[in-house]
């Protein structure tokens, strides 16, 4: 353990003019290999599914048994709730999407309305994080960046629209400006944790070095089509999410129980287990980005389907029903092919899981999740103009439009949303140690990234723009367990995140 780790954060920043300097062995760990967003998933990068070993079919009968008549029972019921819920969806389209104004957050004067819809819907759009020229300024400077780095990996190699950049300095201003944090801390107090000694802290964001994206008016090639970040087959493998026993109220048939907005079962969760390229192994409570232009529906924007809970439980037990005919039998008529009459429990297990591969993200589509009436329930988020923040919860299902109609630019700074946990201070160290160096963010693609880039920020520039509260989240400050008003819980995820850092021994 290097010795600048070990004192205070000002004479750690004082003493690092060389980089290295508060690298520590927890930082170190092996690259992924190279890639690009599309090596994410499985249609985007040109591949076909592939059936999954036979251990998925134990894996599914091990889930559910002993409550296979509670399991059935309960899907009966979720259909009849997804057949009243998606006409609303529908009808409403973008309207649904909860908006808040973030001087409204600044002032403590949320509505109760939109905390409602926001529990409900899993998605926000808050306006007005970043003040409109700032950001366009930013956008302005990430074009110089690349404009001066034209080596920058990007997707599709052709027509670049998704930059393979983690460190540029606009990216660093944001992930670390204030108005930012704050948002991000008003969105965690949504969540919460049935054990009050969590060591977990909401209202102390860590920061997750994501992509960027300027999509081009006419583009088709990034299609991503209805899908779910944070792992795949994860989701039912007991290594996975079961090891905090996140769903496990759906696999006993009462689903109705699950909440999605429990937090301490989710600590113990592994979303990465087959090293993805893309794959995130940082628990993000969010999936986000800052808007960079004035976007709207059919302009390359995101989709999102506003029914969370209802939703991840119809995806999560859709493997386990197959139906008894097919469309074909019913005339192409889809209310007897949907009907729960026409659908049952395998037989015997087999290994699908819908839209799921090991190492890729879980995609979700008509054919295979012919429930959730994807063509319509998925809506686009309002239009956005620049400074906007959009996010959506970690289980919420998205897209983003499968070509942009519209006449300018469709340009975003990806930026997640993360709580301060143990393991998300160890990923941050892997993290600071690739902004170090310049390479890629651990769970995206490896090689040389950013190392050559003209302009690449190293510690003494970020400390001349971000606060303390920015310092800490990018694991380059201590943070202060002597705080006042902490919890213990708190108090604890500090210590300990400030000893996977190298702050202390």
Not at 6 to 20: G, I
Not at 79 to 99: C, K, M, N, Q
Not at 280 to 307: A, D, H, I, K
């Amino acid at each position: 353990m290097l010795s600048t780790l070990r004192h205070s954060t000002r004479t750690a920043l004082t003493t690092c003019t060389c980089q290295p300097s508060v690298r520590t062995a927890a930082t170190a760990s092996q690259q992924k290999r190279a890639g690009d967003i599309s090596d994410a998933f499985v249609s985007l990068s040109g591949q076909d599914f592939k059936p999954l070993p036979p251990r998925y079919a134990d894996l599914k009968a091990s889930l559910i048994r002993g409550n296979e008549d509670a399991v059935r029972a309960s899907w009966e019921r979720l259909l009849r709730e997804l057949r009243h819920d998606i006409p609303e969806i529908v009808e409403t389209g973008s309207a649904i999407v909860p908006e808040v104004n973030f001087s409204d957050i600044r002032s403590n004067n949320v509505s109760d309305a939109f905390k409602q819809a926001h529990r409900k819907r899993g998605v926000a759009v808050v306006r007005g994080v970043v003040p409109e020229q700032e950001a366009l300024d930013w956008k302005q400077q990430l074009r110089e960046y690349i404009h001066a780095n034209p080596h920058t990996k990007a997707f599709p190699a052709d027509k670049p629209q998704v930059f393979e950049l983690y460190w540029s300095p606009t990216q660093m201003r944001a992930r670390t400006h204030p108005n930012l944090l704050a948002a991000q801390k008003f969105l965690m107090s949504f969540w919460h944790s049935k054990d009050p000694s969590a060591p977990i802290s909401t209202q102390h964001p860590t920061s997750y070095a994501d992509r960027l994206r300027m999509r081009l008016p006419g583009d088709a090639k990034f299609a991503l089509g209805p899908h779910v970040d944070g792992g795949s087959v994860e989701r039912w493998e007991p290594d996975g999410y079961g090891r905090g026993r996140v769903y496990d109220s759906i696999w006993a048939g009462r689903w109705e129980d699950f909440d999605p907005w429990e937090a301490s079962c989710r600590l113990p969760v592994v979303s990465d287990m087959y090293q993805g390229v893309g794959a995130c192994s940082m628990f993000r409570m969010y999936q986000g980005w800052l808007s960079l232009s004035s976007t709207g529906p059919f302009e390359g924007t995101l989709l999102v389907n506003p029914l969370l809970a209802k939703a991840t439980v119809y995806f999560l037990l859709r493997p386990f029903f197959a139906p008894k005919r097919g469309p074909e039998a019913f005339g192409g008529a889809s209310e007897g092919f949907l009907s729960p009459d026409n659908w049952a429990l395998e037989p015997q297990p087999s290994t699908n899981i819908q839209g799921a591969t090991p190492g890729h993200g879980q995609e979700l589509s008509a054919l295979l999740h012919p429930h959730l009436d994807l063509e319509r329930s998925m809506v686009h988020v309002p239009r956005v103009q620049p400074g906007d923040y959009v996010a959506w919860h970690c289980d919420t299902i998205h897209a983003v439009d499968k070509k942009h109609g519209g006449t300018a630019d469709s340009s975003v700074m990806y930026i997640p949303t993360c709580p301060l946990t143990e393991p998300n201070a160890a990923f941050v160290a892997r993290q600071r140690a690739a902004f170090l160096e310049g390479t890629p963010c651990p769970d995206f693609g490896g090689g040389e990234g950013e190392k050559r880039h003209v302009g690449r920020p190293v510690i003494k520039d970020v400390a001349e723009y971000a606060d303390k509260e920015g310092m800490r989240a990018l694991g380059l400050a201590e943070w202060d367990s002597g705080e006042e008003g902490l919890t213990q819980g708190q108090k604890e995820v500090m210590d300990r995140a400030n000893k996977v850092l190298g702050f202390y021994v």
